[in-house]
């Protein structure tokens, strides 16, 4: 499965983006998608996912009731809609999918994600 992630740009503090992650070569609804960032000189983290049947969903705590996290199946895509955006958030974004996902669950370990997209940038401004 090929990812695409996009929707990145420039958000002045407060400001809101939403985030895609398209998928090619597959069905995207079969899999858990997760997003994760990068800061410069950071680790990559987990900020949020959604499990394969859409019934279960997890947020990095600093981002929860600013970031949602959806599922358009229709256009084989996952949105992360992010909302009071802080220069905190400023990272790369990238999408990842679990292909063996386990049941009622979402991981937010890297490691547990077996296909990346190529990132996407936010920038926050103060």
């Known amino acids: 499965v090929q990812l695409q992630a996009s929707g990145g740009g420039l958000v002045q503090t407060g400001g809101s983006l939403r985030l895609s992650c398209t998928a090619s070569?597959?069905?995207?609804?079969?899999?858990?998608v997760g997003w994760f960032r990068q800061a410069p000189g950071k680790e990559r983290e987990g900020v949020s996912c959604?499990?394969?049947?859409?019934?279960?969903?997890w947020y990095l705590e600093s981002v929860e009731g600013r970031f949602t996290i959806s599922r358009d199946s229709a256009k084989n895509t996952v949105f992360l809609q992010m909302s009071s955006l802080k220069p905190e958030d400023a990272a790369v974004y990238y999408c990842?999918?679990?292909?063996?996902?386990?049941?009622?669950?979402?991981?937010?370990?890297?490691?547990?994600?077996?296909?990346w997209g190529q990132g996407t940038l936010v920038t926050v401004s103060s």
């Open positions: 990842a999918v679990d292909v063996a996902p386990a049941v009622g669950y979402c991981s937010p370990y890297k490691n547990m994600y077996d296909y």
């Open positions: 070569g597959d069905t995207l609804g079969h899999y858990t």
């Open positions: 959604i499990n394969n049947n859409d019934a279960t969903t």
